[in-house]
């Protein structure tokens, strides 16, 4: 497989993609290709499981911008809010043990967070973006967000953008905050230590809440190449609130940031999740397991079922103009509806992260899959390479 060399053209001595892929499943392996070839992949892996066994386990092209480190088997990479779903799977396991009520008060294990008015915010209203603390009202950096208890404690005393429960607006980096507090205040950990403990550990799952520092050598370095905004593109953010304002650049963390020690090593659960496909495909793939992975259960079919409970389709507050339809949030993952982000079934759900990376779960079908990568492309969601995987995977089932 030729990819792109430093001057942009096609090259023959460029790395070749390697792994596994099922002869049912060539058209994922083609469309990975195409990724390559056509649409400025730098170095990517996707993974498929149907049925938990695995049909396509695939990576290629470069770990980083420099062209220097090939995309190894176990290359980790940022994930950005593919994060989310397995920072909501560790909500939905406590609540499986009856540690947690959905519908309980968030302040009822988090007494400072009834400050502000929010004394009748539900967990559900957490997991499902619904809260109405999307973003900061005050500035916050990226220092401030990678403080744990600096950032809990605004988010604590910050009023609510809008009355909570009544419309989703995506809580893009306040969510892992949010939900990983509560979880702290049940466990006594921290949300990268709980999954840790109970799911990615016993199950060996590589996916951590930022880098240990014995892993950093296996991460790649994030690109997001600076192009023009299209017409279309600058039309939408002049339509940006100031809640999307601050919900998407307060703090502004790009490329340059995520790369930075200081974000490794920190645990930001909206959005610092390090992982293979192959994890993410796995994480992803107990919910589509309806709570089986391998052969061992990880949540009830009950709790499995929970996570894609519709809470209302909506115009988005915070994404909505960059929409043109709108969307619904289940308890902390995306259902694929009408628009089929996730494919033709529309009670298929996931999460997508910003620039490109994607888990998608679709129980009726058996299905998940992970894609990661470290060219970031200009969406939030629907990259061009994540939905060419997604349709070669369905016309190959």
Known sequence: MAVRGDDGALGDDASRVEGHCDERFAAVRAAFEDNFRERGELGAAVTVLVGGETVVDLWGGWADPARTRPWERD???????????PTALCAHLLADRGQLDLDAPVASYWPEFAAAGKEKVLVRHLLSHRAGLAGFRAPHSLDELCDWELTCDRLAATEPWWEPGTRSGYHALTYGHLVGEVVRRITGVLPGDFLRQEITGPLGIDFTL?????????????????VPPTAEQAAVFQQLSPLALAALLNPVVGADGANSPQWRAAQVPAANGHATARAVAALYGIFAGRGVLGGHRVLSAEAAERVREGQGSCRDLVLGP?????????????????????????????????????????????????????????????DPRKMALVDAVYRSL
């Open 75 to 85: 290359t980790l990479v940022n994930v950005w809010s593919t994060t989310k779903g």
């Open 322 to 382: 960059g929409f043109a339809h709108d969307t619904e949030v289940g308890l902390g993952l995306w259902l694929s509806g009408a628009n089929g982000s996730y494919g033709p079934n529309p009670r298929a759900f996931g999460h997508d992260g910003f620039g490109g990376s994607c888990g998608l779960a679709d129980p009726e079908a058996g299905l998940s899959l992970g894609y990661v990568m470290n060219r970031m492309g200009p969406r939030v969601a629907d």
């Open 210 to 226: 930022g880098v240990p520092g014995e892993e950093t050598g296996r991460v790649a370095e994030l690109e997001h190449p600076r």
